[in-house]
């Protein structure tokens, strides 16, 4: 097999021929992930029942995942930067299909938790080398219809994950039933880490400084403290020790990022970039990312749960119903950029308000539900309303934010807005997982109840925030707020 073309890297004046091919290769592999995310989602009920898991190992089907990924991010894209960006995506590519493999091989819950932590740790792996080699091998207009090809994509991947795990799970193919859902991306991993050794070309950039190798292991180190007490103490009684591994978690971050600071010049490249951190608009922008995941993961966990256990819908039909979240976002997600360059924050806002006012519908209906079974058809128009909502946030909010973070830094600011995302998820499984499992002996219909007002809450805090975002955007660079 000739592997020629990778020691060709692209340059501005001989562009990669094939660099369509590759990108198409490329997008494959990191489908992969964006449908991980959500495809998981429908099949837990079956998970916990086969493997007679418990609550807090449910949680940490979603939370191992995300800390995995949350963990290995930003440390796997500057490598990437500096060693080369192929050989990490054919590695990540590799070990995504091997723990999948993994997780539909699983006889317990530990050791399903276990693949999927490793699966977090692979697709963070590959998914920053995918972004990287878009912005090397295409230029101009080529780079925005590629980054334009992977927004869509993962746009409707989401839609896609709910719909293809419930049918997996449904279908159960060769008696495999939930395994299906993570051995699918077997095939999708050998076919796409042939063709990339193939078409993907050696891409890196020649000034990148050196990891922070140590570094990442303190801001791991430090995220499971955080996420560990939230999913165990629950079922441990609230122990003193959980308390003192969530302080030493949250000093363990912001110690590196104060360490990180003062040894600026050092030539290490630093994973919490000081200076991004001092923008007004960085940090809010991070919160309000965060907060967003909080909420939003941690519903669809409980949310299909409630589904299937209380409602009696099957994994086909809990993915169907939870597609009108999706929905609302197709109708609102084309507009919303033009509208935040005009309006700013005043977008963002609304969209976190639509949010908190369409999961409040949610929890109306759930509420009555409580009294009369009505099923889960009159929560629609709430999921329509809070995917329209999604719409107008987070799809004008990396533009809004990373625009006000110069040049220099925007690489290390992406990959900490996109670990506030992951990390976020996995600590909106633990709280609002833990808020739901507490209430399970009522009812679970009275245990969503209970989970409702977090989710709301924390959209209602998310436009509260979205106040201090700098009050109008543009395109390619920000105005004072």
Partial sequence: MSTTLAASPPTAADPYPR???????????????????????????????????????LQWLVSAYLLGFAATLIVAGHLGDRLGRRGLFLAGTAGFGLASLGCGLAQSPGQLIAA???????????MPQVLGSFRTLFRGRERGAAFGMYGAVAGFASAVGLLLGGLLTDA????????????????????????????????????????????????????????????????NGWPVWGWVCLAGGVCAVVGLGVFEARRSGTGTVPLLPAGAFRLPAFSVGVLVQLLFSVSMQGFFLVFAIWLQGSEGYTPMQAGVVTVA???????????????????????????????AGGFGWVWAAVHDASAVHTGAWPLVPGLVIAGAGLGFLVVPLVNVVLSAVPGELAGGASGIFSTAQQFGGAVGAAVVGTVFFDHAASGLTDALAAAMPWVTGGFVVCAALCGMLPRRAVAGDMGEG
Avoid at 116 to 126: E, N, T
Avoid at 185 to 212: C, I, M, Q, Y
């Fill in 19 to 57: 660099r369509w091919a590759a990108a198409v290769v490329m997008m494959i592999a990191a489908l992969m992930d964006l449908l991980d995310v959500t495809i998981v989602n429908v099949a837990i009920p079956s998970i916990g029942r086969d493997l007679h898991a418990s609550h807090t190992a």
């Fill in 325 to 355: 979240f999706s929905v609302g976002g197709f109708l609102t997600a084309p507009a919303a950029d033009g509208l935040a360059v005009r309006f700013g924050r005043l977008v963002l806002g609304s969209g976190a308000l639509m949010m």
């Fill in 116 to 126: 999927r932590a490793v699966q977090g740790v692979m697709a963070a792996v590959l």
């Fill in 172 to 235: 159960d193919l060769f008696g495999w039933g939930w395994r299906s859902v993570f051995l699918v991306n077997v095939p999708v991993a050998v076919g796409t880490l042939v063709a990339g050794l193939v078409l993907v070309p050696s891409t890196k950039e020649r000034a990148a400084g050196r990891p922070d190798v140590w570094g990442s292991l303190v801001l791991a180190g430090g995220l499971v403290a955080i996420v560990l007490p939230l999913v165990q103490g629950r079922q």
